[in-house]
């Protein structure tokens, strides 16, 4: 083999580096803020020193010293309107152990509540008797405000008063002597019901309740329905400020019935329905057979007892020219087979008409003047001279009112102007358009009655 190459020379050493310069000397570090004196851990070089229990450290000034707390006691909150342990927000937003309550997570509208205007007729001086804010009424009692309040009903003892709200699906209950609401009828709470607005609706008894609802699908039927509650005033009185609004027999209220009226179409020869309105003569043996009137015309009767169902459907065909624009009835105050139906558009199709209850079918039409526009508002009055009756019609667009013979039809007061009267120097004002109108017969001391 070759020779092996000889091994390799160390390397030789490097030379030192230079020496470094020396490094500029630091500048001295500002000095730092003492902290800031804390419950935990004050600052010792901080003076005075804070008795944190019973004071604070404010800027008082341009200096921070220590300033006692108000040591008065803030006053202890209200008790709870609702009994939390038994009685819940049907919605679930009840907070346990706060005074103030939320009334719903959701609202049906922008605009809630109204205002009810009461006058005693035994004042004897015309003014309010009371004012009630039906939104505050509403929360006071643990209920929420409703939508565009439409009628007062009061029950036929005269203990209690029925709201319904037109835009909504509630009907508020109120006490009419402590001018106070007790119960919330929740047409949501019924089985089967889709959507729904209560436009009125009418007592069945002192303890019974039957909602009309214009536009509730029931189990898919279509057409509006009725809706009947039981409503236990004794249990209701008992729970107190307690009042919840599951229709449970616990609370006071049961769901009874329901009733669509959509399938009645069929009977009545109409191309739909919408219920308007529900009333009956309540003085005799058909106290339980209710006429219902319908926005699309026509009309049924219904046994509002048990389940509810309906005893006659009244064809289209009957009422005449009146096609539609089913609103109020009116009992007649001592036939008990008779009630009025008024029914009547925006227009030249205005009509009342004789229901026979026992019959079940259109026993007389009355035929309204030309100029009636928009009927709205039935009653009855009595001559106290010779025992007749007449009937009260009043139109909401012309603001007229007509008086007719009731057994003849004739005409008594033709269109008589109910603005007349409101006068602003040579310009006549345009202030009523009445909706519904009651009449009252005023004792033997007065000359007159009144609407």
Not at 153 to 170: C, E, I, M, Q
Not at 332 to 353: F, M, N, R, S, W
Not at 432 to 450: C, E, F, H, V
Request: hydrophobic share 35%; charged share 20%.
């Amino acid at each position: 083999p070759p020779p092996s190459p000889p091994p390799p020379s160390p390397p030789l050493p490097s030379p030192p580096p230079p020496p470094s310069p020396p490094p500029p000397p630091s500048p001295p570090p500002p000095p730092s803020p003492p902290p800031p004196p804390s419950p935990q851990s004050p600052c010792l070089s901080c003076e005075p020193l804070c008795d944190w229990s019973t004071h604070d450290y404010k800027l008082v000034g341009t200096e921070m010293s220590c300033v006692a707390r108000d040591a008065t006691p803030l006053p202890a909150p209200p008790p709870p309107s609702r009994d939390n342990g038994t009685c819940t927000a049907a919605d679930g937003f009840l907070r346990l152990g706060c005074a103030s309550q939320v009334a719903s997570n959701t609202t049906t509208a922008e605009r809630a509540g109204g205002t009810l205007y009461v006058h005693d007729t035994a004042g004897g001086v015309w003014r309010w008797s009371a004012i009630i804010d039906l939104g505050d009424a509403a929360v006071a009692s643990g209920f929420t405000p409703r939508h565009k309040p439409h009628m007062v009903l009061p029950s036929p003892n005269h203990k209690y008063v029925a709201v319904s709200y037109t835009s909504d699906r509630f009907v508020h209950i109120l006490s009419a002597e402590a001018k106070q609401m007790v119960a919330c009828i929740d047409a949501r709470l019924v089985p089967g019901l889709e959507g729904g607005l209560i436009h009125t609706g009418a007592w069945y008894g002192d303890d019974h309740f039957v909602m009309v609802d214009m536009t509730g699908s029931l189990y898919g039927v279509q057409g509006g329905a009725l809706h009947k509650f039981f409503i236990n005033f004794t249990r209701i009185e008992e729970r107190g400020s307690c009042r919840c609004t599951n229709n449970g027999a616990d609370d006071g209220l049961t769901h009874e019935a329901s009733l669509a009226i959509g399938p009645s179409a069929v009977g009545r020869g109409t191309v739909g329905t919408k219920p308007i309105a529900i009333g009956t003569n309540p003085i005799g043996a058909y106290r339980s057979l209710y006429f219902v009137t319908d926005a699309k015309g026509a009309g049924s009767i219904v046994d509002v007892t048990g389940d509810m169902a309906v005893v006659a459907d009244l064809p289209l065909e009957a009422f005449g020219a009146c096609e539609g624009g089913g609103l109020w009835t009116e009992h007649h105050p001592e036939d008990e087979e008779v009630l009025i139906a008024q029914y009547g558009t925006q227009g030249d199709k205005q009509c009342l008409y004789q229901i026979n209850l026992k019959e079940k079918q259109i026993t007389k039409t009355y035929n309204l003047p030309a100029a009636a526009n928009d009927a709205h508002g039935i009653a009855f009055c009595k001559a106290n001279s010779t025992g007749k009756f007449f009937l009260l019609n009043t139109n909401r667009v012309s603001a007229t009112l007509d008086v007719l013979d009731y057994q003849t039809g004739e005409l008594v007061v033709d269109s008589y102007n109910l603005n007349d009267r409101f006068m602003s120097g040579d310009e006549r004002m345009k202030m009523l358009m009445p909706d519904t109108i009651y009449y009252r017969a005023y004792d033997s001391a007065r000359s007159r009655s009144a609407v």
